[in-house]
């Protein structure tokens, strides 16, 4: 059974929050002077690149291929969506092994040139 954890951008502030578990959630409801609407959750995928990083939704992974790609949410799992000119392939991410070969290289939000 994988962890159930999240990390969050703040679309006000610009920045990545640190991962948190499900029960810290709450924090962004209102409680403590966050507000929901700033935030966008990314779920952690219980996978590890090949360095042991964790990998999230939202991720820019590449292969040995060099070719970035970006972690999706798509109907009940986690996918990785490469972008090639005008073309997206999808891969589902299930499975550990099937991480191995990936490293993530950044996130959409703070990294969004990696995808073009």
Do not use: C
């Not at 502030?13 to 578990?21: G, S, V, Y």
């Not at 409680?31 to 966008?40: F, H, K, L, T, V």
């Not at 986690?78 to 290289?105: C, H, K, P, W």
């Amino acid at each position: 059974m994988r962890a159930i954890k999240f990390r969050a951008w703040d679309k006000k502030e610009k920045t990545m929050e640190k991962p948190f578990d499900l029960y810290s959630v709450g924090y962004l409801n209102g409680e403590n002077g966050y507000e929901a609407r700033y935030y966008i959750l990314l779920q952690f995928t219980g996978l590890h690149d090949k360095n042991g990083k964790e990998i999230y939704e939202g991720d820019i992974v590449k292969d040995s291929t060099d070719i970035p790609a970006r972690i999706e949410y798509d109907d009940g799992a986690f996918i990785l969506r490469i972008l090639t000119g005008q073309f997206a392939n999808s891969t589902d991410m299930a499975g550990e092994g099937n991480n191995q070969f990936y490293e993530v290289i950044g996130n959409i939000y703070e990294n969004p040139e990696l995808l073009k």
